[in-house]
């Protein structure tokens, strides 16, 4: 697909959440992701991280998820997915999101945050789940840190199966697994 187009199918997404949220109930939306290991729920929280739950909400209603694989699995550290083709092609993204690591949430076990590349404000689909309580990730005068918006409610034994593949360096990327773990379909539910 032309990255003009995935843009404007995400940004579309987005324009549609924020218009939704600004109409919502209270509840807080839940997204359920099937894996090729099994199903992991996560509750997103939009009052402490708005931007960025409707970016993950974006991708998620324009399918971007469907049929990538997590490509960076560490033992008891996280387990990341949300940008790459099983061929290890990375997907194109819409523009970055602002971090927002103010919010108090900190990168505990069973948390979901944003990756980012090496600047604060770089943060497009990639996800990470946190496997222990990662306080290095959180955000500290040393560190943006990185921002939390969601939390597995359901499934964290499917992610701690994750965590346990066996991994090699692929190319320039290490911590791949050996054998692709797939992230099949991600959709909010109703």
């Given at each position: ?15 549609a ?29 939009p ?45 194109p ?16 076990r069973?948390t ?79």
């Amino acid at each position: 697909m032309a990255r003009w187009l995935m843009r404007r199918r995400i940004l579309a997404g987005v324009v549609a959440v924020v218009a939704a949220s600004a109409q919502s109930d209270g509840n807080r939306p839940v997204v359920a992701m099937e894996t090729s290991m099994g199903d992991v729920r996560i509750e997103l929280y939009p009052e402490s991280a708005p931007r960025t739950v409707a970016n993950f909400l974006a991708y998620v209603n324009s399918g971007f998820f469907d049929d990538t694989v997590f490509h960076r699995v560490i033992e008891n550290f996280v387990v990341q997915g949300g940008g790459f083709t099983p061929e290890m092609q990375l997907k194109p993204t819409a523009k970055p999101v602002r971090a927002e690591t103010k919010n108090s949430l900190a990168n505990e076990r069973g948390t979901v945050a944003m990756a980012r590349d090496l600047g604060r404000d770089t943060a497009t689909s990639q996800f990470f789940f946190n496997l222990k309580d990662n306080e290095a990730l959180d955000r500290d005068a040393r560190s943006f840190g990185y921002t939390v918006f969601g939390r597995v409610i359901e499934g964290m034994d499917v992610v701690d199966r994750i965590s346990r593949v066996q991994t090699s360096r692929r190319g320039r990327m290490e911590d791949v697994p050996i054998l692709p773990v797939f992230l099949d379909r991600a959709r909010v539910e109703p």
